[in-house]
């Protein structure tokens, strides 16, 4: 890819993980509800929950974002390949 295109890619890169982010957390939000608990997930500091719903929420924060940003940097790069026939670095 050439000097010029990876430094136009950057702001979209910067903007796609930003909007992958906030689309992770609105799922998690509306996992946790799913699974029957609070509408806010536990902090780790939260004295009042347990170490297992506070590891629950956590991996299953980690999984959904996961997948959320991985989702969005595949669909990002093949418009970009797309958009200009070279695949994103």
């Known amino acids: ?3 010029l295109n ?8 910067l903007l796609l993980g930003i909007g992958a982010g906030a689309l ?3 799922l998690f939000k509306q996992a946790w509800k799913w699974t029957g608990h609070d509408d806010d997930a536990p902090n780790a500091t939260d004295e009042d929950r347990g ?3 506070i590891l629950v929420a ?3 924060q980690g999984a959904i974002f996961a997948v959320v ?3 969005v940097d ?6 970009v390949r797309k958009l200009t026939g070279e695949w994103p670095d």
Do not use: C, D, N
């Open 69 to 71: 940003k991985a989702a």
């Open 6 to 13: 990876k430094i136009a890619y950057r702001p979209v890169g």
């Open 58 to 60: 956590a991996a299953l």
């Open 24 to 26: 992770a957390g609105a």
């Open 1 to 3: 890819m050439s000097k």
């Open 74 to 79: 595949r669909g990002g790069a093949a418009g």
């Open 51 to 53: 170490w297992t719903e």
